[in-house]
């Protein structure tokens, strides 16, 4: 995993480096995976981003926010963004080679030899909260 991606919402978007996608993907299902019972539609959400953010599919990410966030869904989506990133900013400066390493980031064959900066993988968050909030 060592391209970029887009990630669009209602015609605005970003660009970011697929690991800290998939990085702040794991921290968005992570925080899906502790509100309990969902809908169907945040199942669909879940289950996609947890194989995007760990499958290694080697065409880049995907989030499809355009495909899955309805302006009725879009106040639970920006909470959970925001639960992520509060996780993020929690965890420390230093996101470890073996912290990568079990987050499964980039999928089964990614290699990481350095510890990597968690600034790069709030940026993103922030980043997605402002698309996902009409700021972008």
């Known amino acids: ?7 669009n919402f209602r015609g ?6 697929d690991v800290e ?6 921290y968005v299902v992570a925080a899906i995976d502790r509100s309990g019972d969902r809908p169907g539609w945040l199942d669909d959400l879940r289950a996609n981003w947890s194989d995007q953010a760990t499958g290694g ?5 995907v989030p499809g926010l355009d495909d899955f966030v309805t302006e009725g869904r ?12 509060a996780e993020m900013e929690r965890h420390g400066d230093t996101l ?8 499964k980031a980039g999928g ?6 350095e510890d990597l900066p968690m600034e790069r993988f709030r940026n ?5 909260i402002d698309l996902l909030e009409g700021r972008s």
Do not use: C, K, N
């Open 1 to 7: 995993m060592v391209g970029y991606s887009d990630v």
């Open 12 to 17: 605005a978007g970003f660009q970011a480096h």
């Open 21 to 26: 996608l998939a990085v702040w993907m794991h």
């Open 57 to 61: 599919f080697g065409f880049g990410i």
């Open 74 to 85: 879009r106040a639970l989506m920006s909470a959970f963004f925001r639960q992520a990133l």
């Open 96 to 103: 470890t080679v073996g912290e990568l390493d079990s987050l």
């Open 108 to 113: 089964p064959d990614a290699v990481f030899s």
């Open 124 to 128: 993103v968050a922030r980043l997605a």
